[in-house]
């Protein structure tokens, strides 16, 4: 596999189209936003440039990466020739679908076509396309450059060549991979989310603050980073919607969101993207 093209220019397209020009793909990032594609460079850059000033890429191998990243915003021509196509959009089922649908007959009947869904059925996706044994899930974390996780989400339909293949370019990326069948939260987000709900309610009964809260799982269980700063990481308004779906599906009641992220999410207080949510947070460069 040589070339891969990403769709969507947000948080996770754009770390997702690092990733892979930093692993030697020659990678397009497309979004219908012009405006998302200049944030994404600038984001990019500053990820790269924080790497070359930590000693971590030599200026060099930034120059080589960058030469193997293009942008455009036409996705006709941006997923041109991809041998995998990672759509990294919004995460809605009916826009995903659309989107799939357009995707089949612009690339290869031999291209693997991802979703980085982190909840919706990657079933339902693949059946917008002609040829949904070649659509599997591609789930990244955020952020996608340093996170090392990638949950390899596979439909009945999916055939074990195209999981092969996405598992060698996991690897190539230097992530590692988790192969799960297509249910309800996967075994990542059906797990972090009960976690951070939880965590949620603790903070709503005045049983901890944020902080005492987040150490607890940090120093106690060894856990990088807590439950309710990952949440504000992911985006409130994302944990949010996969509570609620994951509440329809599967009808437990640790599923169901608890009024302090409601409310939150009502306010636009989203966590890191907003600057604030559990906690306060600056406003990038």
Request: aromatic content about 2%; charged content about 30%.
């Given at each position: 596999m040589r070339r891969i093209a990403v769709v969507g220019a947000g948080t996770m397209g754009h770390g997702i189209a690092q990733v892979a020009a930093g692993a030697g793909y020659e990678t397009m990032l497309?979004?219908?936003?012009?405006?998302?594609?200049?944030?994404?460079?600038?984001?990019?850059?500053?990820?790269?440039?924080?790497?070359?000033?930590?000693?971590?890429?030599?200026?060099?191998?930034?120059?080589?990466?960058?030469?193997r990243l293009g942008i455009d915003p036409e996705l006709e021509h941006a997923v041109a020739g991809a041998e995998?196509?990672?759509?990294?959009?919004?995460?809605?089922?009916?826009?995903?679908?659309a989107?799939?649908?357009?995707?089949?007959?612009?690339?290869?009947?031999e291209a693997i076509l991802a979703t980085n869904t982190s909840s919706l059925s990657v079933t339902a996706i693949a059946a917008a396309t002609r040829v949904p044994e070649r659509v599997l899930g591609m789930h990244f974390?955020?952020?996608?450059?340093?996170?090392?996780?990638?949950?390899?989400?596979?439909?009945?339909r999916t055939n074990r060549e195209s999981v092969?293949?996405?598992?060698?370019?996991?690897?190539?990326?230097?992530?590692?991979?988790?192969?799960?069948?297509?249910?309800?939260?996967?075994?990542?987000?059906?797990?972090?989310?009960?976690?951070g709900l939880e965590a949620m309610r603790m903070l709503e009964a005045g049983v901890a603050s944020a902080e005492d809260i987040d150490q607890a799982m940090e120093l106690g269980y060894g856990h990088p980073m807590g439950p309710l700063k990952v949440s504000d990481l992911v985006g409130l308004d994302v944990r949010l919607a996969i509570a609620e779906?994951?509440?329809?599906?599967?009808?437990?009641?640790?599923y169901r969101p608890p009024e302090i992220l409601r409310h939150k999410v009502a306010a636009g207080e989203l966590g890191k993207k907003t600057g604030k949510g559990f906690y306060e947070w600056p406003a990038e460069k």
């Open positions: 497309t979004d219908a936003c012009e405006e998302a594609l200049d944030t994404a460079v600038r984001r990019i850059n500053d990820n790269l440039e924080g790497a070359v000033a930590r000693g971590k890429l030599t200026r060099e191998a930034l120059h080589t990466l960058r030469n995998l196509v990672i759509e990294a959009i919004v995460e809605d089922l009916d826009a995903k679908r989107l799939f649908r357009r995707l089949d007959p612009l690339v290869a009947p974390f955020n952020p996608v450059h340093i996170m090392k996780l990638i949950e390899i989400v596979v439909p009945d092969e293949r996405v598992r060698e370019v996991v690897t190539r990326m230097g992530k590692q991979s988790i192969v799960v069948q297509d249910s309800p939260g996967f075994a990542s987000s059906r797990l972090g989310v009960v976690l779906q994951l509440h329809r599906q599967l009808g437990d009641a640790h």
